[in-house]
């Protein structure tokens, strides 16, 4: 292959690469917009995050990457390193690490920008209404760094002067909401905490998995998981990316995403949203800011 040749190969490479996201990327050769998310519950996870993605990338004309992390931990440290533009997380790690990021969008469920968190039981468990009832046994979480799936417990074992190292026999990290479904309906738990919302919409998809389990008690309503921006983001990207997630109940296409992920729509939000896990979190002696 002459000089020619390669280069001519190389042009055809970049504009099927560019052809891939149409108009997307940029002429300007700017970096890629990364979004930081955790595991989500659905089946076609690959299929909906690809789709999602180019939408995405169509209306910001940039390329767009979803950076996918295990844990709410890994996704604010690369939040602490400006890896990511922006970052879909629990209002626990918002509130906790706020010096690195600011309020984005807040998703609506229901009507309202607010969830709960879950307690669930075995469904052949008829007697269990809080967790306090559940001294002695194995529980299961699902991060360390979620309102739902840990503070919220935490801070209830906490009223009652324990905590979960000295109130359970055995607990543990599943690391996602429908893993902990899935423990306590295969009774590897007697108990867990998760993501009301995530329960609600496993309900509707999988009710053979949450028919076995029973929501023995709910929570208070907190502010729902936030969209955030990281530090270093020029004010002009943030209004760009809010702009699209606060209109995509009106897009035909976005309307679909949002259905898909059982939401209503994007609000601004507020921080007073989150007033209440800043009280759980110093009431247990966690940092805040």
């Known amino acids: 292959m002459n000089r020619r040749q390669a280069l001519s190969g190389l042009v055809g490479l970049a504009l099927a690469l560019a052809g891939r996201f149409g108009h997307a990327v940029a002429a300007n050769g700017a970096e890629p917009v990364r979004?930081?998310?955790?595991?989500?519950?659905l089946d076609d996870q690959v299929g909906f995050l690809g789709a999602w993605r180019d939408h995405l990338a169509q209306a910001m004309g940039r390329q767009v990457e979803?950076?996918?992390?295990?844990?709410y931990r890994e996704i604010v440290e690369l939040m602490r390193q400006d890896k990511l533009h922006f970052a879909w997380l629990c209002g626990y790690p918002y509130v906790r690490e706020q010096r690195w990021m600011r309020l984005l969008a807040v998703p609506v469920y229901?009507?309202?920008?607010l969830y709960r968190s879950y307690l669930i039981v075995p469904a052949h468990d008829s007697v269990t209404t809080k967790v306090t009832d559940l001294r002695d046994r194995v529980f299961a979480f699902s991060d360390p760094d979620s309102n739902s799936g840990y503070l919220y417990p935490h801070y209830q074992l906490n009223r009652a002067n324990t905590s979960p190292a000295n109130f359970f026999r055995r607990s543990f990290f599943t690391y996602a909401h429908k893993k902990v479904v899935e423990a306590?309906?295969?009774?590897?738990?007697?108990?867990?905490?998760?993501?009301?919302?995530?329960w609600d919409t496993l309900a509707r998809t999988h009710p053979e998995l949450t028919s076995r389990?029973?929501?023995a008690d709910r929570s208070p309503p907190f502010g729902f998981p936030p969209f955030v921006t990281g530090r270093s983001v020029s004010p002009a990207l943030h209004r760009r990316m809010q702009q699209i997630l606060l209109a995509m109940h009106e897009d035909p296409a976005g309307?679909?995403?949002?259905?898909?992920?059982n939401l209503d729509r994007f609000t601004g939000g507020s921080p007073a949203l989150y007033a209440d896990i800043e009280r759980m979190l110093r009431?247990?002696?966690q940092p805040v800011g």
């Open 35 to 41: 979004i930081g998310l955790t595991p989500v519950f």
């Open 66 to 71: 979803f950076i996918q992390r295990g844990s």
């Open 110 to 113: 229901e009507g309202q920008p």
């Open 184 to 198: 306590v309906a295969l009774a590897v738990a007697h108990g867990g905490a998760v993501d009301g919302y995530v």
């Open 213 to 215: 389990t029973r929501v």
């Open 255 to 261: 309307a679909r995403f949002l259905r898909q992920l």
């Open 283 to 285: 009431a247990i002696g």
